[in-house]
């Protein structure tokens, strides 16, 4: 097996990893850095984020304002220190990103402008027309390609980390071309390989969300922390599950039930006028609106369509103007996906699997237990977002925690690294790639990828959901186990050593399972109601037990052990969370 | 209720077992709103395993899914079945050499897009702390349809200079280009100009238009290069006559 | 290793007949070799002038038969075309804006047409007189 020798190796080249790799090299350029992918740079999910990336910049606003609609719209489950150093990094590395050429929408004046977004008590959300993800992805991959010390391995697929004795010492990954397994030697480590919304079957996120990274560090040890918080966006298409951005309730659309009712009101949320206005009704946090919706659809108040009930999110009102100059792809979307013009119709929406609060532990400095593996974005789980994550609070937690972890990979690179047992490194490596090997060569097996990632797809709709309770989620986790089983079975079709796809596809699905079990098994467990994770059994939020993140760790054979570890509570004690008319 | 089925002709080349490229015919059941990319799932998820594509987002804005659907490259996701009443033909982006199906190998444009330098060269050195740079809407509004790109390549697919000269830079990495030269916060277009206005470059194009007709962001590449071929000249002229004056 | 792109090379002759939008490119090429034959035609003649009545009247001659009308006739269908397709794109090479707003491109393909008209009438009446 090939091995390519590197300072730093990168696992992911999104948002976080390309604002790693830019850390790492403006540290020190003579630091080589390996930034790998299993898409090319661009292709990665941080592009389809639409509405805008927050911080405090403007006048009105304030650090303990952003701060406290964190930790609240987070159900106090955020690690407060964590949440402070992130909203002073905010504005700071989104003027970075303005200076490297991210293209901000303005304000006449020429200073940046800013839009108001859901929980958010002040406007500060940074906003690139309705493209955000867009612009920062590509403004960061362009600006990485100043740096000669980032050489890029696109297309290749991270298989497993190389870890011994408790360091982290590399990555083994696919060169997808040729099918050639390489051992990425490294003193480092950063995984940002995103989330893994694709365990659920509607969801937002694109194909490669399969969350590699996350089941990478998890069978090397790290334990995935707060797994059961899973978002849901409020506002998908039905059907393809394509995003329509919170920008547009927060340049004013409305959600209405059938009944042209603006249900919300019903929730804690109100009252409805006058509108638009922050914190309240439709720029309420995303997991109140999504349970809006689930009892909406339980009292036969929405509309039933040919792929599932929806509400409508009406846009009329703000003129076909406003809608080309803010939401112009929201617009082209619902047109070409959904057959709606905005400007004259309501958008069709539901709620759709969106983002991962939970992931590979780390501390404020994005480490990871084991030595010398870090971690940063979706993929991670620091935390700041806790049980419920705030529109646009993600784009920027990438360029702070991206830039931690570049910055903190870099000083262990510059540090000299204790000597290693060069043969128990490449054993592990060796291993690695046996596993790779062994499913390619597999001649017999009664399972197909496809087949058995979509009932695992159909257990965690079912199981795992909007609501959940302890039938449902103990009913997932015993299908996940057998899936997990039978995955073992899996025969492929293709035998091809040249881009194999279905070879990628089945140690995608491998990673998804273990992911899946954290998520279902940590949820199972969470025996209360908060943020996100909301069980019909437990409905109260029980600070006395659960004031506490969750530590899924990874078991070959049986479910994961669950163990818990204190929020981190510097001056926020939890509160009731308040929006609408309530917070007066 | 009956299921009327589309038939797809699928461009198929696996190096290791095929000599030549070959065209595989499958048939899939019709759905009024599925895309291509739709159909092409579906074989693979309940056909055949072993066909082999590139693709993510699903809503046009990663630019994995390029494809040539009946002679036009489209992006699979933006590609409704509903528009095509007959034979639907798939084949891999023209102009890149095909790795494996409708996979095509993108190095070349990898390369040129580094060669164009593009990124901020910066007109004045600023701080964080001295805050953003202030742009006004109309500077913004003047390069804002050059950021659009999405590098899905099929203005590299449809161009006839790129299909047939192997070192032009090409649409896309030249519409980029212009995208730095008129951000106000940049001065680096004396940096790029040895690419960019180069015969490799602009003066490789001569303006037939393809790209900006099957551009699925209208970025209006053609109008990038031909702005650029001014300026240049511009630039050109200026060298003689105020040779003090750099930009 | 087992990679081994495959590569499509197109006509180096026949690419231009694979798609409608490039016939139409190779028509806008052509059109100035006509263009440009239409105008050495006009220099014989100016020379032919030069040499006097007889040798004039014998370049008009021929200007007026049959091959000559033909040839005419295709050289300003190639000149319409070729005036109408670079008008077309003119919004593309100069993008105008006026109070903030981008300057519609049919107002500028218009503006040249009318330079266009304006230009031809001044030549034909100069060339009338």
Request: with cysteine.
């Amino acid at each position: 097996m090939d091995t390519i020798n590197t300072d730093v190796a990168i696992v992911g080249a999104g948002g976080a990893g390309l604002r790693a790799a830019i850390a790492v090299a403006e540290a020190d350029p003579s630091l080589s850095i390996a930034l790998i992918s299993k898409v090319y740079p661009m292709r990665s999910h941080t592009v389809a984020a639409e509405g805008g990336a927050a911080g405090v910049i403007k006048g009105n606003d304030s650090f303990d304002n952003h701060f406290h609609d964190t930790v609240a719209g987070g159900d106090w489950l955020c690690d407060q220190d964590a949440v402070d150093l992130f909203i002073h990094e905010a504005p700071r590395e989104l003027t970075r990103i303005e200076h490297w050429g991210c293209p901000w929408s303005r304000e006449p004046d020429g200073h940046v402008a800013v839009r108001p977004f859901g929980g958010m008590k002040v406007e500060r959300t940074w906003y690139a027309a309705d493209k955000t993800g867009f612009h920062l992805l590509h403004t960061l991959f362009q600006t990485s390609l100043k740096y000669s010390s980032i050489e890029r391995f696109d297309e290749y697929y991270s298989t497993d980390l190389v870890v011994t004795d408790g360091r982290c010492h590399g990555v083994t990954a696919i060169e997808m071309r040729t099918g050639q397994v390489r051992f990425f030697r490294s003193k480092c480590v950063i995984i940002a390989t995103g989330g893994a919304g694709r365990v659920f079957p509607f969801t937002t996120n694109g194909a490669i969300k399969t969350g590699d990274g996350m089941a990478m560090a998890y069978r090397a040890g790290v334990p995935l922390k707060d797994m059961e918080f899973v978002q849901y966006h409020p506002t998908g298409l039905p059907g393809t599950g394509i995003l329509i951005t919170e920008g547009s309730r927060g340049e004013g659309g409305i959600l209405v039930n059938k009944d042209g009712y603006r249900y919300l009101q019903d929730y804690n949320l109100g009252p409805p006028d006058p509108w638009p206005r922050k914190k309240a009704m439709e720029l309420g946090p995303r997991d109140r609106l999504s349970q809006a919706f689930w009892h909406e659809q339980k009292k036969g108040r929405t509309i039933a369509t040919d792929y599932g009930d929806v509400v409508h999110l009406d846009l009329r009102h703000l003129g076909e103007a406003k809608i080309n100059e803010r939401l112009p792809m929201v617009r082209e979307l619902s047109i070409s996906y959904a057959g709606v013009d905005p400007v004259h119709d309501p958008i069709p929406v539901r709620p759709v699997v969106h983002y991962t609060m939970g992931g590979i532990d780390t501390d404020i400095d994005t480490a990871t237990c084991v030595e010398g593996l870090y971690a940063a974005g979706e993929c991670a789980c620091v935390s700041i977002n806790g049980a419920n994550r705030l529109g646009s609070n993600s784009l920027t937690e990438l360029l702070v925690f991206g830039a931690r972890a570049g910055e903190g990979a870099a000083r262990l690179a510059l540090s000299g690294v204790a000597e290693v047992d060069q043969q128990q490194v490449l054993a592990a490596a060796g291993a690695a790639e046996d596993r790779v090997l062994q499913l390619f060569r597999k001649s017999d097996g009664a399972e197909s990828v496809s087949g058995l990632r979509r009932e695992m797809n159909d257990a965690m709709e079912a199981g795992a959901g909007i609501y959940r309770s302890a039938d449902t989620l103990q009913a997932c986790v015993d299908t996940l186990q057998q899936i997990r089983e039978r995955y073992k079975d899996v025969l492929l079709a293709d035998k091809s050593n040249v881009f194999n796809t279905d070879l990628v596809e089945a140690l995608e699905l491998g990673s998804m399972i273990d992911v899946a079990m954290a998520m279902a098994a940590s949820a199972l467990q969470r025996k209360e109601s908060r943020g996100s994770h909301q069980r019909l059994d437990y409905t109260d939020r029980d600070d006395a037990t659960y004031l506490k993140h969750s530590l899924a760790q990874y078991s070959a054979e049986d479910l994961p052990a669950i163990a818990y570890c204190d929020v981190r509570i510097t001056r926020s004690q939890p509160a009731e969370r308040v929006y609408g008319g309530a917070q007066e | 209720m009956s299921e009327r089925l589309v038939e797809l002709e699928i461009f198929r080349y696996d190096p290791e077992q095929d000599e030549t490229p070959r065209f595989q015919t499958y048939k899939v059941p019709y759905q009024d709103d599925w895309v291509v990319l739709d159909a092409i799932n579906y074989i693979k998820d309940e056909l055949d395993r072993t066909l082999s594509y590139r693709w993510s987002c699903h809503m046009a804005v990663c630019g994995s899914c390029g494809m040539v659907v009946n002679g036009e490259p489209v992006l699979a996701c933006h590609t409704f079945l509903r528009d095509y009443p007959g034979k639907i033909r798939v084949e891999p982006l023209h102009n890149f050499p095909v790795e494996r199906d409708l996979v095509v190998a993108m190095d070349d444009f990898i390369d040129k897009l580094g060669t164009v330098k593009p990124y901020i060269v910066a007109k004045e050195e600023r701080d964080v702390d001295d805050g953003e740079y202030l742009q006004t809407p109309a500077e913004l509004a003047r390069f804002k349809q050059y950021t659009a790109c999405i590098n899905c390549l099929l203005c590299y697919s449809a161009c006839p200079q790129y299909a047939l000269t192997d070192s032009f830079v090409g649409p896309a990495a030249l519409a980029l280009a212009h995208r730095y030269n008129l951000d106000t916060r940049d001065e680096g277009r004396s940096a790029r100009e040895d690419v960019v206005a180069s015969n490799e470059g602009i003066w490789g194009c001569s303006f037939v238009g393809a790209c900006s007709e099957v551009c699925p962001k209208s970025v209006d590449p053609a109008a990038a290069i031909q702005q650029t071929k001014i300026a240049s000249t511009g630039d050109y002229f200026m060298k003689f006559l105020m040779p003090w004056k750099r930009k | 290793m087992s990679r081994r792109p495959y590569i499509r090379e197109p006509s180096k002759t026949r690419w231009w007949l694979e798609q409608p939008r490039y016939v139409r490119y190779m028509m806008r090429e052509i059109s100035a070799l006509f263009i440009g034959i239409y105008a050495l035609i006009l220099v014989v003649g100016l020379v032919q002038l030069s040499r006097g009545q007889a040798a004039y009247e014998k370049f008009l001659a021929s200007a007026e038969g049959a091959t000559g009308l033909v040839f005419a006739a295709l050289a300003m269908f190639f000149a319409i075309y070729h005036t109408y397709s670079w008008f077309q794109v003119t919004p593309k090479a100069m993008p105008l804006t006026y109070d903030g707003k981008p300057v519609p491109g049919a107002i500028i393909i218009a503006a040249h047409w009318f330079g266009f008209v304006i230009v031809s009438a001044a030549l034909w009446l100069l060339a009338r007189s």
